[in-house]
């Protein structure tokens, strides 16, 4: 078994063995990046191809002053982030909605964790993009408005909203 530099090494020489098993260690989880960004198996697979195409033409670039996974998963976000753009994914909510201040409040302890990605998958898009940035990989509200271009209020609004949103449907369920 090669070790992750040995990997990285191999893969900025274009040896093909070595890409291959840089994706085959990483794919299955930076798909389940995407998928709980995109919320469909096509568009996550979408996801996961440019990705490895951005690693791969990039790859130069990881200066591994942090982790390369942790490398790696920024630049999935980014590229799901950037699909969803491309897609005319509208983030921002009404100056209206940005205002409304929802409570905070946590799952029920006995939810599957299978059955809450479940539940974020099928919240829209835009709700899942910030709920999946803020809780998921732990951006800032300042970060998140950054990266998709968006106020803090709509970021922290949409976060706020999401989790009502998944409070209600976790109720649904166990009724």
Not at 31 to 46: K, P
Not at 96 to 122: C, F, G, I, M
Not at 124 to 141: D, K, M, Q
């Amino acid at each position: 078994m090669s070790s992750e530099s040995d990997i990285l090494t191999g893969c900025l020489a274009n040896d093909r063995k070595s890409q291959k098993l840089l994706y085959d260690t990483y794919a299955p989880r930076m798909y389940a990046v995407c998928l709980r960004y995109m919320g469909n198996a096509d568009d996550a697979q979408d996801v996961l191809q440019d990705g490895f195409v951005k690693i791969f033409r990039n790859l130069g670039k990881f200066r591994s002053e942090g982790s390369f996974e942790g490398w790696l998963r920024r630049i999935f976000v980014n590229t799901a982030i950037e699909q969803l753009r491309r897609k005319k994914l509208n983030l921002s909510l009404s100056e209206k909605e940005e205002q409304v201040e929802y409570p905070a409040a946590s799952a029920p302890d006995r939810l599957q964790e299978k059955d809450l990605l479940e539940l974020v998958r099928k919240l829209s898009p835009g709700y899942r993009t910030i709920f999946n940035l803020y809780v998921v990989e732990g951006f800032g509200h300042k970060e998140i408005a950054d990266m998709l271009h968006i106020s803090e209020g709509t970021s922290k609004s949409q976060l706020a909203r999401a989790r009502m949103i998944l409070q209600d449907k976790i109720r649904q369920q166990k009724t």
